[in-house]
């Protein structure tokens, strides 16, 4: 998959998952951040779109994890990810 596909896939699955109507896909840039100064996410955000990712992807995230941040951190850093952990 394109990592375009994949940016706007997860743009939409954001969007669905945590029920932002309000947004477009378009209108979350790939490299804003998406808690705090961003999109405004918090934690009970990323436990919720967490969910989502593992079920559309099959890709785990450590909650604990200390890399988990950086990897929320943008929607690009979350398709370099799940990109990372594809299968081959």
């Known amino acids: 998959m394109a990592h375009t596909e994949l940016r706007l896939e997860i743009k939409q699955l954001i969007i669905n998952s945590l029920d932002l109507e309000d947004i477009s896909p378009e209108e ?4 804003e951040p998406l808690f705090h100064d961003g999109l405004g996410l918090d934690s009970i955000d990323a436990l919720e779109l967490g969910l989502a990712i593992k079920k559309q992807y099959g890709v785990k995230i450590d909650a604990n994890s200390e890399g988990t941040k950086q990897h929320f951190s ?3 850093s ?8 594809e299968p081959a």
């Open 78 to 85: 979350l398709c370099a990810f799940i990109v990372s952990h």
């Open 28 to 31: 979350i840039v790939d490299d």
């Open 74 to 76: 943008s929607v690009t």
